[in-house]
Nanobody
Framework: VQLQASGGGLVQTGGSLKLACAAS????????TAWFRQAPGKEREFVAA????????YYADPVKGRFTISTDNAKNTVYLQMNSLKPEDTAAYFC???????????????????WGQGTLVTVSS
C-alpha cells in the first residue's frame, strides 16, 4: 500500500487546514488508518486514528475537539480536518495504515505497516 499525504501549509493561529492521505492500488477497507506528527527535535506522536473494524475514532488529548479524522472509501482517502490551530500544532504530519492493528495498540506507531511521506503544517502566532 502506497500512501500520499497532502494539504499541509502555513496558517495563522486559529485557522484551519485539511490534510488528505490517498492510498494507491487499494481501498482502506479492513485497515486502521491514523495520523501522527513530529515536531522538530521531538518524537513522533499520535494524533488521531480510525479503527479497522467499526470505524471508531480515537484522538490525542491535545487535539480532541479541534481535529476530525475521516475516511472516504470511494476515494481511497483518509482526511484530517484541523480547526482552531495553535502554534504547538506545528509539525510534519504523517498518515499511516495497517491491517492488523488492534485497539490496544491503535495509538502506537509501531502498529502500522504503511506510511506516507510527511506534510508540513506551520502555525504562525
Amino acid at each position: 500500500v502506497q500512501l500520499q499525504a497532502s494539504g499541509g501549509g502555513l496558517v495563522q493561529t486559529g485557522g484551519s487546514l485539511k490534510l488528505a492521505c490517498a492510498a494507491s492500488g487499494r481501498t482502506f477497507r479492513g485497515y486502521a488508518t491514523a495520523w501522527f506528527r513530529q515536531a522538530p527535535g521531538k518524537e513522533r506522536e499520535f494524533v488521531a486514528a480510525i479503527s479497522r473494524v467499526g470505524g471508531t475514532t480515537y484522538y490525542a488529548d491535545p487535539v480532541k475537539g479541534r481535529f476530525t479524522i475521516s475516511t472516504d472509501n470511494a476515494k481511497n482517502t483518509v482526511y484530517l480536518q484541523m480547526n482552531s490551530l495553535k502554534p504547538e500544532d506545528t509539525a510534519a504530519y504523517f498518515c499511516a495504515a495497517g491491517n492488523s492493528v488492534i485497539t490496544s495498540q491503535i495509538r502506537r506507531s509501531e502498529a502500522y505497516a504503511y506510511w506516507g511521506q510527511g506534510t508540513l503544517v506551520t502555525v504562525s502566532s
